[in-house]
């Protein structure tokens, strides 16, 4: 962990002439010790999330913003942006995908909100949860065979004394079914920093 707090201070002098907001919007992949094509598991807000995927990996991306989180009538939607199988830092446009858990929770109207998700566990096979996958512009609903959400910190970020996002870290791994063969997201981790460009809130009642 002081290895991580070493870096924040080398960044915060490296963009001094930048705003910290930029700074914290920035995406800082740091390869995991055992796996370099998967970002080491942080609670630093770095904007990043990596899984295996298969014989492949699912990984945040350097030009896709790599979360959205909307909250509609009682159902979050947290959602992971990035490419299969292409390095973190290409910039093509190719094996775009993004994976979306959607779960009740209590209601959410700011992004502050999300402080609730600290240390709470979703089991993807209970009935009122789904993933949905998206590839290729083609967006489906994947048959659960298991999986867990982890959300192991929830942190509000201050700066100058203002509250500036959430971050969010945790882990995730999914089993499901696609076209009746089964396929594996795992070792999947995430460090994200949330705020208004990044949450949503509203109901069906709002149109």
């Known amino acids: 962990m002081k290895r ?6 080398a960044l915060l002098s490296l963009y001094a002439c930048s705003s910290y907001d930029d700074l914290m919007d920035k995406m800082i992949f740091i390869p995991d010790n ?15 999330f990596g899984a295996k995927y298969e014989q492949s990996y699912f990984v945040v991306a350097n030009n896709i913003v790599p979360c959205s989180i909307v909250y509609q009538d009682g159902i979050l939607n947290f959602s992971l ?20 858990f959607s779960f009740p929770t ?23 949860c789904k ?3 998206t590839k290729d512009f083609n967006t489906e609903i994947l048959t659960i065979v298991s999986g867990h959400l982890t959300f192991k910190r929830a942190q509000l970020l201050r700066l100058d004394d203002k509250e500036n996002r959430v971050i969010l870290s945790g882990t995730f791994d999914v089993q ?7 396929e594996v997201l795992s070792d999947g981790r995430f460090d994200l920093g949330i705020n208004d460009l990044y949450f949503s809130s509203y109901s ?3 149109n």
């Open 4 to 9: 991580y707090g070493l870096i924040i201070i």
């Open 34 to 48: 055992k796996d370099s094509n998967l970002p080491a598991y942080t609670e630093w807000g770095y904007n990043s």
């Open 81 to 100: 942006n990035g490419r299969v199988g292409i390095e973190y830092s290409s910039l093509s446009n190719d094996g775009k995908m993004t994976l979306t």
């Open 106 to 128: 209590a209601p959410m109207n700011e992004y502050k909100d999300l402080m609730a998700l600290h240390q709470k566990e979703i089991d993807l096979t209970d009935t009122s």
């Open 131 to 133: 993933v949905k996958m």
């Open 176 to 182: 499901f079914l696609r076209d009746d063969q089964p």
């Open 204 to 206: 069906d009642s709002d």
